[in-house]
C-alpha cells in the first residue's frame, strides 16, 4: 500500500473545540487556526489562517441546535472547498436533526435528508459520525460514512463494574435492536420498554416487557434530550424490583428540565460521552471521552487503512 504524503490537518468548529483538541493531540497534530468575525446582527464568517491547499482536512463540530452550529459548519466546509483542500472530512461526533429522518405524519420534513445535502453541497467528501439515531441515514449521504459506536467506550466501562444478575434495557421499541446488541456483548438478559407520546417529549403511558425482579439494569440509548423516558424507565423498574438502574446514552443533549430531573430521578448514573459538551455538571453524570475512537479512525482513513475494528455493533 503506497504511503499518503498529503498532509492532514484538524480543524474545529467553536462547540466541538475542546473535544476537537482532544482528537488532534491523540493524532498527534497541532490544531489548525481558524478565526471567526462576527457582524453586529449575529451572522459569522469562519475563516482558515493558514493554506490547506492539497491538504486532507478534518473539521470536527457537532450540529445540535441552535442551527448556528450547523451553519458554522457548512461555511468551514465551504471555506475549505474554496481553498482547494484535496479531501474534506465532516467529523461530526453528534448528527443533529437525525430524528426528522422520515416523514411521521402530512406535510413535514425529511430533515435528515437535507442536512444530508446541505453537507455533500458544502463540500464534504467523506463524514465520520457516531451512534446516528437511525442507522438508514447513512443512506441519505453519496459520499461514503463512517458511522462508528460509541459501544467501543461504553463496553469495557460496563465491563469494569462487573455488575451481577445484569439486564440490558431499551427505553423504547425503536432502540430494541441497539439493546440485543449490548446484551449479546455483555451475556445478558433484555428488557423492553414501550411507551405512548403525548406529542414530542412528553410520554402519556409507558410499560415494561420482561422482568427486572433482582437485577442490575442498564438502559442503552443513543440520546438523551428531556430525560422524561430515561427517568421514567429507571423509576418504572426500581417499583419492577430492580436492584439498581443506570443509563448509557452517547449524545447528552440535555435540554429543558433535564439536569433536574436526572438529580431526582432513581437513576444510579448516566454515562454519556463528550460528543456534545455539557451545560452543568451533575454528581449523576459520568463523561467518557470519545476522543481517541475518532483520532484513531481519522489517522485510518488518513493512511487509508481499514476500520472494521471500530464497528463492534
Same mark, same amino acid.
Given at each position: 500500500m503506497s504511503v499518503n504524503t498529503t498532509p492532514a490537518k484538524i480543524?474545529?468548529?467553536?462547540? =466541538? +473545540?475542546?473535544?476537537?483538541?482532544s482528537i488532534a493531540d491523540d493524532f498527534g497534530v497541532t490544531m489548525g487556526n481558524v478565526i471567526t468575525s462576527t457582524y453586529s446582527d449575529g451572522e459569522f464568517q469562519p475563516s482558515f489562517e493558514e493554506s490547506v491547499r492539497g491538504s486532507r482536512v478534518f473539521i470536527i463540530g457537532s450540529t445540535h441546535p441552535n442551527s448556528d452550529h450547523l451553519m458554522e459548519m457548512l461555511l468551514m466546509l465551504d471555506a475549505a472547498k474554496r481553498a482547494s483542500a484535496r479531501h474534506i472530512t465532516a467529523v461530526l461526533p453528534y448528527f443533529g436533526w437525525a430524528r426528522q429522518d422520515r416523514k411521521d405524519k402530512p406535510r413535514v420534513p425529511i430533515a435528515a435528508k437535507l442536512v444530508a445535502? $446541505?453537507?455533500? %453541497?458544502?463540500?464534504? %467528501? !467523506? @463524514? @465520520?459520525?457516531?451512534?446516528? &439515531?437511525?442507522?438508514? /441515514?447513512?443512506?441519505?449521504?453519496?459520499?461514503?460514512?463512517? &458511522?462508528?459506536?460509541? *459501544?467501543t467506550i461504553f463496553l469495557p466501562y460496563l465491563k469494569e463494574l462487573? +455488575?451481577?444478575?445484569?439486564?440490558?434495557? *431499551?427505553?423504547? $421499541?425503536?432502540?430494541s435492536k441497539r439493546a440485543y446488541a449490548y446484551s449479546k456483548a455483555l451475556i445478558s438478559d433484555v428488557? @423492553?420498554?414501550?411507551?405512548? !407520546?403525548?406529542?414530542?417529549?412528553? /410520554? =402519556? &403511558? $409507558?410499560?415494561? @416487557?420482561?422482568?427486572?425482579?433482582?437485577?442490575?439494569?442498564?438502559?442503552?440509548?443513543d440520546m438523551v434530550?428531556?430525560?422524561?423516558?430515561?427517568?421514567?424507565?429507571?423509576?418504572? $423498574?426500581?417499583e419492577r424490583g430492580a436492584l439498581s438502574v443506570r443509563a448509557i446514552c452517547t449524545h447528552p443533549i440535555l435540554s429543558g428540565n433535564a439536569y433536574e430531573r436526572i438529580e431526582q430521578s432513581k437513576l444510579e448514573e448516566l454515562i454519556v460521552t463528550d460528543s456534545i459538551p455539557l451545560k452543568q455538571k451533575s454528581a449523576k453524570i459520568k463523561v467518557l471521552s470519545c476522543a481517541s475512537l475518532f483520532?484513531?479512525?481519522?489517522? *485510518?482513513? &488518513?493512511?487509508?487503512? =481499514?476500520?472494521?475494528?471500530?464497528f463492534l455493533m
Open positions: 480543524f474545529a468548529c467553536k462547540q =466541538s +473545540l475542546e473535544l476537537a483538541q445535502k $446541505m453537507l455533500e %453541497t458544502a463540500g464534504a %467528501t !467523506r @463524514i @465520520i459520525t457516531m451512534d446516528l &439515531h437511525a442507522d438508514q /441515514i447513512q443512506g441519505f449521504f453519496e459520499k461514503p460514512v463512517d &458511522h462508528l459506536f460509541a *459501544s462487573n +455488575l451481577s444478575n445484569l439486564t440490558i434495557a *431499551s427505553p423504547d $421499541m425503536g432502540g428488557v @423492553i420498554c414501550y411507551k405512548q !407520546r403525548a406529542k414530542a417529549n412528553v /410520554i =402519556s &403511558h $409507558m410499560e415494561l @416487557i420482561g422482568d427486572v425482579q433482582g437485577k442490575n439494569v442498564v438502559l442503552v440509548d434530550d428531556t430525560a422524561g423516558t430515561l427517568t421514567k424507565a429507571a423509576d418504572l $423498574m426500581m483520532a484513531d479512525v481519522m489517522l *485510518s482513513v &488518513h493512511g487509508n487503512k =481499514s476500520i472494521s475494528s471500530k
